[in-house]
């Protein structure tokens, strides 16, 4: 079984900066690609970022993409989201996933753990 928890979230300004954490209860953590989603009120959850098992690729969603960074450690089992200049826009709830495969992917569906998400409020 895998357990995601993700944490950082919070009530920052437009322009701000936050780092979204997930740390993943597993042991097959390294072989495993993660990515990120968002949900915002009234809309469907939506590809963010994504990273390979090693790190050695990742892909970006181009409302994101120059704005936010996904990097992993996997001494930690734990995978991050560097999120800067933010956007009102970018209000939503974040999720992170794990796939059971190694190379990253964007679709929802490609992924069979999700963690519980954590809130991200940007203010104008």
């Known amino acids: 079984q895998v357990q995601l928890v993700e944490s950082g979230g919070g009530l920052v300004q437009a322009g701000d900066s936050l780092r979204l954490s997930c740390a993943a209860s597993v042991r097959t953590f390294s072989s495993r690609a993660m990515g990120w989603f968002r949900q915002a009120p009234g809309k469907e959850r939506e590809f963010v970022a994504a990273?390979?098992?090693?790190?050695?690729?990742?892909g970006y969603a181009d409302s994101v993409k120059g704005r936010f960074t996904i990097s992993r450690d996997n001494a930690r089992n734990t995978v991050y989201l560097q999120m800067n200049s933010l956007k009102p826009e970018d209000t939503a709830v974040y999720y992170c996933a794990a796939r059971t495969l190694p190379s990253f992917a964007t679709t929802l569906v490609e992924y069979n753990y999700w963690g519980q998400g954590t809130q991200v409020t940007v203010s104008s």
């Open positions: 990273i390979s098992w090693s790190g050695a690729n990742t």
